[in-house]
């Protein structure tokens, strides 16, 4: 029994030590002191914005609210037959059909508004339903339309949302390719820097300067409010003060508008996603220091291992026994016999294999630190991505030293045999920073290429000559082990296999909500076209059948 309990204390194989997150298979948390500092942050902020919004635009509205007062008293003063109550509904009536969309014309004439439900207008409404822009200057009225927008926007909304989040994937691989370029090889960030500036560059250049300078042309509006209208439409705040498409009503104008909102969204995504990770990578930066500052000083006290199974240094070094040598009087056979349960308990206790999750654009690494007797060992290393858009990561080994000696990009799984020359810590990082949307989740192995004897993992000394029931033992030991490595990768294998179903039967189930939609506004317009083209025949015919 006492050399069981000293098996229990050491590691039967090589355990991994995450990072992060702080518990493989577990996502961190963030900080409740963190959470309270952001809430202080935005609250301050929205205190502070609205204190510059008041004194930006409090005097303009006093000055106008002055000079309409103004503008009456000198009407009043000037026709001193109008009745005040009589004038107040006027203007009233005035402003009501300003808001529907009436001008006056040359010599005091009304100008009717253009049709504001014809074919291209309502393209152009379900356009700002889908993407959540919500001008607010066009809505349904009828309990009907109502009706019908929320449905539209419930189905239109989320398939939307897949297409932008896959374009924005696909923005984000060329840029990951270009960045990969062989001609940035010596120049260390350099490129992650200019690809990203070539990327605000060019998306500001192109979604906010031309389309300002062309509302500039067609609109009637300053360079200024050109800008204006682009971001806010872009970001999908959409206040309904400058709507595009109100004075040109071309079908191919408003055409080019939703094209150019559809891009656009894609290219503000991903800048407001940039700003996003700079802001978390800020919080996360705060709330490891604050996880670093919990940890028990070192005045004796051992920290819990429970709270934190990773230490600063993130690295966990193996305790070896110096004791190779069994009891003397005992056996080896029932020394082996003894140890059974307590090695079946070590691969509780120390698991060879981990599956995690890998947020999108995050890198994990895990950390295990070998001895210089172990250079003479091989281990086989093999990962599978069994979950998670493409099924694919970046992976990477390094020495103790931070020297990279191993890479593979964009991997769906890897097999490989290490040794790992000299003693120290080694790092084998996952990373997800490709991905902006979708998380993974990754199975990770790492064993010895040979399975170590019972003996072995008992810690005692390999006897020269095997008896039959010694044989019989490693025998079984060793067939127990090969099964359970394949059954660990079959697993993984189906759980992979299930998720690429699985997300196969989303893609059909949203490529035949499209269709389904695509054959409703088919049949809705043909019957708006047939009516339109007939409609006026039949009328006149049975107007001339009552005539």
Not at 228 to 257: E, H, M, N, P, R
Request: overall charge neutral.
């Amino acid at each position: 029994m006492a050399l069981a309990s000293k098996m229990t204390d050491q590691p039967q194989r090589a355990a991994l030590t995450p990072a992060l997150p702080p518990h493989p298979g577990q996502l961190k948390t963030m900080h409740w002191k963190v959470l309270i500092a952001l809430l202080a942050v935005i609250v301050a902020y929205l205190f502070l914005g609205a204190v510059g919004f008041h004194f930006i635009e409090g005097p303009t509205e006093e000055t106008r609210q002055a000079d309409l007062q103004a503008l009456t008293a000198k009407f009043m003063s000037e026709h001193s037959c109008v009745n005040p109550s009589n004038l107040t509904a006027f203007f009233t009536q005035v402003l009501d059909a300003y808001q529907a969309g009436y001008r006056l014309g040359p010599n005091g004439s009304v100008v009717a508004p253009a049709p504001k439900w014809d074919y291209p207008s309502a393209v152009f409404f379900c356009m700002t339903v889908i993407t959540t822009i919500g001008y607010g200057n066009l809505s349904p009225s009828t309990s009907g339309g109502q009706a019908f927008c929320c449905v539209y926007a419930l189905i239109g909304i989320p398939l939307l949302a897949i297409l932008l989040s896959g374009i924005a994937e696909r923005v984000k691989s060329a840029k990951e390719r270009i960045q990969a370029c062989e001609c940035w090889k010596d120049k260390g960030r350099v490129p992650e820097v200019v690809t990203t500036l070539l990327y605000f560059v060019f998306g500001i250049l192109l979604f906010i300067f031309v389309p300002a300078a062309s509302f500039t042309a067609l609109e009637g509006w300053t360079f200024s409010e050109g800008m204006y209208y682009s971001f806010v439409t872009l970001s999908t705040i959409g206040f309904g003060d400058y709507v595009a498409g109100q004075k040109v009503v071309s079908a191919i104008y408003k055409f080019c508008l939703s094209m150019w909102i559809y891009l656009g969204l894609v290219f503000m995504s991903g800048v407001i996603s940039t700003v996003q990770s700079l802001i978390e990578r800020g919080a996360k930066k705060v709330d490891a220091k604050i996880d670093a500052s919990d940890l028990p000083s070192e005045t004796g006290e051992e920290p819990d291992e429970a709270a934190h199974p990773a230490s600063k240094q993130n690295v966990v070094e193996q305790q070896k026994s110096n004791d190779n040598k069994g009891d003397n009087g005992i056996e080896l056979d029932v020394l082996l016999l003894a140890t059974l349960p307590a090695v079946a308990q070590c691969f509780d206790q120390y698991p060879k294999r981990l599956a995690f999750e890998l947020p999108d654009n995050e890198e994990f690494c895990f950390y295990q630190a070998f001895d210089k007797s172990e250079s003479r060992d091989s281990f086989l290393l093999r990962f599978r991505v069994v979950r998670g858009g493409n099924n694919d990561v970046d992976f990477l080994v390094r020495s103790p030293t931070g020297e990279k000696i191993y890479s593979k990009l964009r991997a769906r799984s890897d097999e490989r045999a290490f040794k790992f020359m000299g003693g120290g810590a080694y790092a084998f990082c996952f990373g997800n920073e490709f991905s902006t949307v979708t998380h993974k989740v990754v199975q990770f192995a790492l064993d010895r290429s040979r399975a170590p004897s019972l003996a072995e993992e008992a810690g005692v000394t390999p006897p020269t000559a095997l008896t039959l029931l010694q044989s019989e033992l490693e025998a079984v030991h060793q067939q127990l082990v090969r099964a359970e490595a394949a059954q660990t990768m079959h697993r993984a294998r189906e759980v992979e296999g299930r998720a690429l179903s699985d997300d196969l039967n989303r893609r059909v189930a949203t490529f035949s909500g499209i269709l389904a939609v695509a054959v409703l506004a088919c049949g809705l317009g043909q019957v708006a076209a047939l009516k339109a083209l007939f409609g006026g025949a039949v009328r006149q015919a049975k107007i001339s059948q009552v005539a």
